[in-house]
């Protein structure tokens, strides 16, 4: 298994790498299962890329690391329907997915280490 460093790869959003490395210190390395798809018309297609997916294999662990994401993060004030992360999919397809735009926002940060 191979990992790389998110916070180097200037095609990635900047606040998709903030989240990231956030997402690793509070819960381990993670394996990016998606990021940029041609001709995607959602965020996985952007560049920046604002949208990725993390491998899930068991459906507890992946929501308790849902929840803590949309605890700490807003998609967009603007937006609040939308979230940061979802999990969803079938069988093998289950995966987080995890997408940021240019208002997406930490929240809470004094607090980010409780579950």
Known sequence: M????TTQMEFIHPKMRVLLDDIELMFGKQIITSQFRIDDPGVHGTLPLRGIDLRARHVPEAR???????????????????????????GDNYHIHLQVNNNTEEKNGSQKRDI
């Open 64 to 90: 308790k690391k849902v929840r803590w994401i949309n605890k700490y993060w807003k998609y967009d004030p603007k937006r609040s329907k939308l979230k940061v992360a979802q999990a969803h999919g079938e």
């Open 2 to 5: 191979h990992y790389a460093d």
